[in-house]
């Protein structure tokens, strides 16, 4: 096995994990190929189903006008007509599952406006795949991708102040489907040089993983479809799955259904198992994937299973030695087992299992001989998996179930210690790179669902999302181009180069830095700049906030330093006004503003009434606060009151103190000063303390200078990074 990687610090979209070994991919945020090769499943010469078939519907006006009476062949003689509702339906059975390619319908004077084509497989559960909502009567001749056994026109809002009326409502289709909705989806050929077919025709996967919310899918699958995207992969399968299936069966795509296994989605995450002893687990996940199979295995948008989700690589987050070996042995055959149970219930459509990590492959090729085909989840080295799979001697193929531009895990970091995040144009260059490697390995690699269709707009979301906020992205126009060969006629982003921070490392809180970008639209539009600071690597907050800033001209602006210190992102958007956006992001290190004078009190002798001798990074000793080191801290234990005093050796005058707080702030406190260290006098009082840093003008001369804490502005203690006294 070829290392893809040394051990590395390895992110995924909203976490961190240490892994080692061959690393491909991210696991779970928390991110689509030139030859179109995928076909429609092979029918029988499109016929009239429908004429003569029993139909119903929701009501009639009176006996004569039946919906019998518009599916009986007579055009102008005689005619389905409901009451006069809005909500009123007609519905055709014929007689068994069918692939349905046109629906065409004859409206006497009383028209629907609006109205959905939907099919069914057992005249209950409905998915719409055609919605018209400016009908104008006349005849409608729609084209619809589908197959169902029930095909029905659902009323939403009447043209007219009667009711509905057909003269004829006429399905036709290509004969009925074998052995299920579409078609069988098959893995064949022989060894490197294998297809995924549907219906007997091939398929590659041009798909992306999907984001939104399950139930918005009606929304977005136009616009995954207007992408050249046949196929979408999720995590998870259960109720709230079939508003997607329905929405992407409506617009010919289909959908890798996931199961979830722990630990998975970023290495550890979701809980650790025993796959060796966890019975109840297996057997609880056994009953479950099995109850979905049977609920989804007709439904035409299903292309294939997948089971579990970077798993292998995970449990290394759970266990070690000897141990973990035999986790990764005991999870790759429960993988084996839940593929057999699958097969058992649907035979027409593969199974497959995704790991972040060619380590992992041999297991499965050891333990899970029932798998149809392999997944993988690998970014900016992905082309590295086809050698992998060369040297394993691997006969299964595979595809990508995740994959786009290099992941946090994989950049060098850049002058602040954080992963340098590539460029939009890099970015978008990862895509076509991904795709180009997934489609030069022919007969092995059978396509990959790109991460990530998705719209959150945050850390994670601007490092993957190909439409954060519901704005396109470079990436999302390289994806377009990998899946249909172009994008002629579009109109693509602004497009942002030569982005600076400074001062990059020493901003002072509160104050401003300049952030330089040149900022160009391709097609000569208007651009609207905007300006976000994220606080993941100062606080973990992964939200873009607003930042204050104002322009000082030439692509320059003056932005404010967030109050909390540390390490943060700052986002310069450029919104062209057609929903495109451009966005490029530095680091910024926040640092406390410098105070005129000297500090006194630096490596004075320094004392507190407690100091944590063990959490998180302590022991957090009192002198911490007063060693000119940011990047430690004093801290206290978690009750009120409590106190921290520096001894500055001899009666000085001073006229500043500066405090810079971690997260656990003082709410309420006073500033005291003694001359021997027995009577105190307060120069200094607040109950409004909210944390970052205070600078405090108190102006005296002591020799003790302490802090006393009444109220913590946290459940912990007291913590201070920095307490600094200034002549």
């Not at 999907?210 to 136009?222: E, H, I, L």
């Not at 998975?264 to 966890?278: A, I, K, L, Q």
């Amino acid at each position: 096995m070829t290392a893809i990687t040394d051990p590395t610090t390895r992110r995924r979209v909203r976490e961190r994990a240490r892994t080692t070994g061959s690393l491909l991919s991210l696991g779970a945020l928390l991110a689509t190929s030139a030859t179109l090769l995928t076909s429609a499943p092979a029918t029988a010469a499109e016929t009239l189903l429908s004429q003569g078939k029993p139909a119903t519907a929701s009501s009639t006006e009176g006996a004569a006008w039946s919906a019998a009476a518009a599916v009986d062949g007579d055009l102008t003689g005689t005619r389905w007509a409901s009451q006069w509702t809005d909500s009123q339906w007609i519905q055709v059975d014929l007689g068994s599952s069918t692939n349905i390619s046109r629906v065409v319908l004859n409206w006497e004077g009383a028209y629907g406006k609006a109205y959905d084509i939907q099919l069914s497989d057992n005249g209950t559960d409905w998915r719409t795949v055609k919605s018209v909502t400016a009908g104008d009567g006349g005849t409608d001749e729609l084209a619809v991708t589908g197959t169902g056994r029930y095909v029905r026109l659902q009323g939403v809002t009447r043209g007219t102040g009667y009711g509905y009326s057909l003269w004829e409502f006429q399905v036709y289709g290509g004969g009925t489907t074998q052995p299920g909705p579409g078609g069988a989806v098959r893995v064949s050929g022989t060894q490197g040089n294998w297809q995924l077919t549907v219906g007997g025709q091939p398929y590659t996967v041009k798909g992306l993983t999907w984001g939104p919310a399950m139930a918005d899918a009606p929304r977005y699958m136009p616009d995954l479809r207007s992408m050249g995207v046949n196929t979408v992969r999720t995590w998870g399968t259960d109720a709230s799955s079939k508003p997607l299936l329905d929405a992407a069966a409506a617009h010919g795509v289909r959908v890798i259904n996931g199961f979830w296994l722990q630990p998975g989605g970023g290495p550890g995450s979701g809980g650790c198992v025993n796959y060796v002893t966890d019975t109840a687990y297996k057997n609880t996940m056994l009953t479950e994937f099995a109850k979905w199979v049977d609920t989804y295995k007709s439904h035409p948008a299903t292309l294939m299973w997948n089971v579990g989700n970077e798993s292998v690589l995970g449990l290394q987050n759970c266990y070690g030695g000897t141990e973990l070996e035999a986790q990764r042995n005991a999870y790759t055959t429960f993988v084996n087992d839940v593929a057999k149970k699958i097969h058992s219930i649907d035979p027409d459509h593969p199974v497959t299992s995704t790991d972040a990590w060619t380590g992992a492959w041999p297991y499965y090729k050891r333990n899970a001989p029932d798998l149809d085909l392999y997944s993988m989840n690998s970014y900016g080295n992905l082309c590295k998996v086809r050698q992998d799979w060369i040297d394993g001697g691997y006969t299964k193929p595979y595809i990508i179930t995740e994959g786009g531009p290099a992941g946090e895990w994989e950049v060098p970091d850049d002058v602040n210690g954080v992963p340098d995040e590539p460029t939009d144009v890099q970015k978008a260059d990862g895509y076509t790179r991904a795709w180009g490697c997934v489609t030069g390995h022919q007969g092995v690699a059978l396509g990959a669902t790109l991460f990530h269709y998705g719209l959150e707009h945050d850390f994670g979301g601007i490092w993957f999302n190909l439409v954060p906020d519901g704005l396109k992205r470079l990436s999302y126009f390289a994806v377009k181009k990998a899946y249909t060969g172009s994008t002629a006629g579009d109109n693509t982003p602004p497009v942002i180069t030569g982005m600076t921070v400074t001062p990059a490392s020493a901003a002072p809180a509160g104050r401003e830095f300049t952030v330089r970008a040149d900022i160009r639209d391709p097609d000569g539009d208007q651009v609207t700049p905007k300006i976000y600071l994220s606080g993941n690597y100062a606080n973990g907050d992964k939200r873009l906030v607003d930042a204050q800033w104002r322009s000082t001209g030439n692509g320059t602006f003056a932005v404010t330093a967030p109050e909390k210190l540390g390490v943060w992102k700052v986002y310069v958007q450029a919104e062209d006004g057609h929903g495109n956006a451009g966005v490029e992001t530095k680091s910024v290190k926040v640092v406390a503003p410098p105070v005129t004078g000297t500090n006194i009190a630096l490596n004075r002798p320094t004392t507190a009434s407690s100091a944590q001798a063990s959490y998180g990074d302590c022991p957090c000793p009192a002198s911490n606060a007063t060693d000119g080191n940011t990047d430690t801290r004093w801290a206290s234990d978690w009750s009120d009151p409590q106190w921290i005093r520096v001894d500055l050796g001899s009666v000085r005058s001073f006229s500043r103190i500066q405090l810079v707080w971690d997260p656990a702030y003082a709410r309420a406190y006073e500033v005291q000063v003694s001359d021997d260290g027995n009577t105190w006098r307060t120069v200094h009082t607040t109950t409004t303390g909210d944390g970052d840093v205070d600078t405090i003008e108190a102006a005296a001369t002591a020799r003790y200078v302490k802090l006393q804490l009444t109220a913590r502005g946290t459940g912990w203690g007291y913590s201070l990074h920095e307490f600094g006294v200034y002549s």
